[in-house]
């Protein structure tokens, strides 16, 4: 069964930089692009970067764009998003998921999603 276990989410004041990571397991992560999405309180999943799989294509939502860095590192089964200037806005449960293609496109349906970490964001 496919295992996506999300790290780093914190607290963390308004301004400050996060890295969040994502340990994958039981399938075969090189072969497949990934993503990270987030969720606020009240609000639906926002799809905010992906990743092809082999880390050569990204994309990434106007709400994050040029604050965030997504990346993997394939030889450790691991995806990573790096989270700068970050903002009250920001706050959210933040999940790692993956597609069921080496590649992604504008609406594709994610194959599995992990349980997710929170980030808040306050002073």
């Known amino acids: 069964e496919v295992q996506l276990v999300e790290s780093g989410g914190e607290l963390v004041q308004p301004g400050g930089s996060l890295r969040l990571s994502c340990a994958a397991s039981?399938?075969?992560?090189?072969?497949?692009?990934m993503s990270w999405a987030r969720q606020a309180p009240g609000e639906g999943l926002e799809r905010i970067a992906d990743i092809d799989s082999t880390g050569g294509t990204t994309h990434y939502a106007d709400s994050v764009k040029g604050r965030c860095t997504i990346s993997r590192d394939n030889a450790k089964n691991t995806l990573y998003l790096q989270l700068n200037s970050l903002k009250p806005e920001d706050t959210a449960t933040y999940y790692c998921?993956?597609?069921?293609?080496?590649?992604?496109?504008?609406?594709?349906?994610?194959?599995?999603r992990g349980q997710g970490t929170q980030v808040t964001v306050s002073s």
């Open positions: 998921a993956k597609y069921p293609a080496a590649y992604f496109y504008a609406g594709m349906l994610y194959s599995h």
């Open positions: 039981e399938f075969p992560f090189s072969a497949y692009a």
